[in-house]
């Protein structure tokens, strides 16, 4: 299946945070509501941004076994 790069890069964070979500115990700055400054940016703990780290790199091998990634 071939996807284009913009889409894998989208799909590869949205999976990548949907785990960080489901595994790290308040992963959002506890200063912020739901982790969103009023910017509209989310910010993550530093726990947080290391299993999002660790997510993608597996997340990625994952998918690029199954997807080819175009422009």
Known sequence: ???NK???LE???DL???HVEETVINPWEED???GEDPDGVYT???EAQE???AATDAIDFVLTQYLEIGE
Do not use: G, R, V
């Open 11 to 13: 799909l590869l964070s």
């Open 32 to 34: 912020m509501i739901l």
């Open 51 to 53: 299993a999002f780290i």
């Open 16 to 18: 990548a945070e949907w």
């Open 44 to 46: 993550y703990t530093d």
């Open 6 to 8: 913009q889409e894998y």
């Open 1 to 3: 299946m071939k996807i």
